[in-house]
Structure formats: structure tokens, C-alpha cells
Nanobody, 117 residues
Framework: QVALAESGGGSVQSGGSLRLSCVAS????????MRWYRQAPGKSREWVAA???????TYANSVKGRFIMSRDNTENVVTLQMNNVEPEDTAIYYC???????????WGQGTQVTVST
């Protein structure tokens, strides 16, 4: 069992930047994948970005070119650098860690991001 704790959320104006962090209570170096999800009001949770154990990073089309996800296996931290944010990025952002493919992932409690015009 690994506990995940997100931080860094807050309010930001459109076009601004925000950096989210997710600290794990245990070793993430063997995690098959670490991911960020988000859930906007009235909408279902959607995948945002992922970095696999081999270092390959992928992004949802809606954030590609604006968000950057990184993974630090020595500090057991993943981050999400959010640049040029838009009001549509307003959501609760969740960190997710999956030990092996097909297993239930671990989830954090989420951090709120609000983007104003």
C-alpha cells in the first residue's frame, strides 16, 4: 500500500502557470505507471498525463504542449507543471500510481485547481 498526497493547487488566472506535486509514502521506482487525472464539476474523471517506469510520458490531447509531467524516483515525487492554463483546466487533480498492469491503482485525495478569466 502506497499513500499519495497531492499539493500545489490553487487559483490562477488564465494564461498563468501552476505546479502540482504528488508525494508518495513509499518507493515509486517500481511503479509501472504514475498518472494524473482530473475531475471538473459535473463531469467524470479524465486522464491527463502518465509516465511509465521506462520513462515514456504521454498526455491527453487537451493538455499536450501546455502541461509537463515529471517523475523523480529518488524523491518518490511526481509533478505536473501546468502552463498557459485555461478555464477548462479547472478541476480537482488526482495523482494515481499503478504497481503493475491490471492491478488496482493507488489514489491521492486530490488538489483543487481553479482558473479564472
Amino acid at each position: 500500500q502506497v499513500a499519495l498526497a497531492e499539493s500545489g493547487g490553487g487559483s490562477v488566472q488564465s494564461g498563468g502557470s501552476l505546479r502540482l506535486s504528488c508525494v508518495a509514502s513509499g518507493d515509486i521506482s517500481r511503479m509501472y505507471a504514475m498518472r494524473w487525472y482530473r475531475q471538473a464539476p459535473g463531469k467524470s474523471r479524465e486522464w491527463v498525463a502518465a509516465v511509465r517506469v521506462n520513462g515514456v510520458t504521454t498526455y491527453a490531447n487537451s493538455v499536450k504542449g501546455r502541461f509537463i509531467m515529471s517523475r523523480d524516483n529518488t524523491e518518490n515525487v511526481v509533478t505536473l507543471q501546468m502552463n498557459n492554463v485555461e478555464p477548462e483546466d479547472t478541476a480537482i487533480y488526482y495523482c494515481n500510481g499503478q504497481l503493475t498492469p491490471g492491478t488496482d491503482p493507488f489514489w491521492g485525495q486530490g488538489t483543487q485547481v481553479t482558473v479564472s478569466t
